[in-house]
Nanobody, 121 residues
Framework: QAQLVESGGGSVQAGGSLRLSCTAS????????MAWYRQAPGKEREWIAT???????NHADSVKDRFSIFRDYAKDMVYLQMNNLKPEDTGVYYC???????????????WGQGTQVTVSS
C-alpha cells in the first residue's frame, strides 16, 4: 500500500504565494506520474497540473502562468508553487499519484487527504 500526504496550505491575500508539498510513502515500486487537483466549494474537482516520470509537465490553462509543478524524484515528492494567487484559487488541493505498489504490476491511483487554500481579496 501507499499513502500521500499534502502540506503547505493556508490563508493568503490575493497576489500572494504558497507552495504545496506532497510526499508519497509506503511500499512503492515506481511512480508514473504525480498531479495536483483542486475542488472549490460547490464545484467538482478539477485537474491543475501533472508531471510524469520522464519530466514532462502540463498545467491547466487557468493556472499555467502562475502555478508550477515540480517533483523531487529522490524523495518521492511533488510540489505546487502557486504565485499571484486569486480568490478563485480557493479550494481544497489534492495530490494524486499513479504508482505501482511492490508486488503488483499495474499502476493504481492514490489520493492525499487534501489541504485547504484560501485566498482573500
Amino acid at each position: 500500500q501507499a499513502q500521500l500526504v499534502e502540506s503547505g496550505g493556508g490563508s493568503v491575500q490575493a497576489g500572494g504565494s504558497l507552495r504545496l508539498s506532497c510526499t508519497a510513502s509506503g511500499s512503492i515500486s515506481r511512480i508514473s506520474a504525480m498531479a495536483w487537483y483542486r475542488q472549490a466549494p460547490g464545484k467538482e474537482r478539477e485537474w491543475i497540473a501533472t508531471q510524469v516520470s520522464g519530466g514532462a509537465k502540463n498545467h491547466a490553462d487557468s493556472v499555467k502562468d502562475r502555478f508550477s509543478i515540480f517533483r523531487d524524484y529522490a524523495k518521492d515528492m511533488v510540489y505546487l508553487q502557486m504565485n499571484n494567487l486569486k480568490p478563485e484559487d480557493t479550494g481544497v488541493y489534492y495530490c494524486n499519484a499513479a504508482l505501482i505498489v511492490r508486488g503488483t504490476r499495474a499502476p493504481s491511483d492514490y489520493w492525499g487527504q487534501g489541504t485547504q487554500v484560501t485566498v482573500s481579496s
